[in-house]
């Protein structure tokens, strides 16, 4: 039983070690490449001296505001970070609140020079737009409130929620075979059923749930992650942008190697 154990410990481990590898060489593969899209270059952006960004406003702690009104988060802070090294302050951005429906496509119809809106770099996706290289490893978590679940297997034979129609529930599937899995179109729904006893657990991306746990703290998040998914700043395609993408990538691996990235991140609060 113990051996069976370490055993699917360690086929865990092996396969977020391989899906971070497999994730991080696919998003630096997608930096260099380029088709058509629409956006300011480089000098233009210079020019007139401060950056037009998408960002969320509603999603603690990536991007939402406070109770003054002003956007704060992890996304937040790398804006302003970048407009530092893009354009010299860190005040000469212009933020634009989108929903998930319009990130992409803000970028291609020129009203922002890039997003940064929890965008996770997919194969679809890098046929419109170029990504960044990852600022944030996100994946999937799940959620509980139940003190006797501890670690992912006392979830084995309980009921957990997922989003209706999401790559989560293969994921949950993968890692917990016998559990029963609970439909649901939202996390509130999510919340209700835990609260209401319908279910255990709830799994999403961990991004969104650490924000959860901080707004319900009688909530916690189980450390095994079920996936890894690069987010990036969503950039255009076409040469005409190839400055301005090589500016942001650059900036951004500096950032995670003098470890700014991960200091903000733990500020707020993500796993």
Not at 61 to 81: H, M, S, T, V, Y
Not at 82 to 98: R, S
């Amino acid at each position: 039983m113990y051996n069976r154990c370490n055993r699917r410990q360690a086929i865990t481990r092996l396969h977020l070690v391989l899906s971070a590898t497999i994730f991080w060489l696919f998003c630096f593969s997608l930096v260099g490449t380029g088709l058509t899209a629409s956006a300011a270059e480089m000098s233009e952006i210079q020019q007139r001296g401060y950056l037009n960004v998408a960002v969320k406003d509603n999603l603690r702690p990536l991007g939402f505001k406070d109770a003054n009104g002003n956007l704060q988060g992890l996304e937040i802070d790398l804006a302003k970070r970048l407009a530092v090294d893009l354009v010299g302050k860190a005040e000469a951005v212009k933020f634009q609140p989108v929903a998930n429906r319009d990130r992409l496509s803000v970028v291609l119809d020129k009203k922002v020079d890039f997003a940064i809106a929890r965008v996770t770099a997919t194969e679809s996706r890098a046929r419109i737009v170029s990504f960044s290289v990852p600022y944030y490893l996100d994946g999937t978590r799940l959620v509980t409130k139940d003190p006797s679940v501890q670690q992912l297997s006392d979830l084995s034979k309980q009921k957990i929620a997922v989003l209706n129609n999401s790559s989560t529930i293969a994921q949950v599937r993968y890692y917990l075979p016998n559990a029963e899995l609970v439909g649901v179109d939202s996390y509130n729904e999510a919340r209700e059923r835990i609260e209401n006893n319908a279910a255990v657990a709830f799994a999403a991306d961990a991004s969104v749930l650490s924000g959860w746990v901080q707004q319900y703290p009688q909530y916690r998040l189980l450390p095994t992650k079920l996936s890894t998914e690069p987010l990036c700043v969503v950039m255009p395609k076409g040469l005409q942008y190839d400055e301005f993408r090589r500016n942001v990538n650059q900036a951004i691996a500096r950032y995670l190697e003098k470890g700014w990235l991960q200091e903000r991140s733990q500020y707020w609060g993500l796993p």
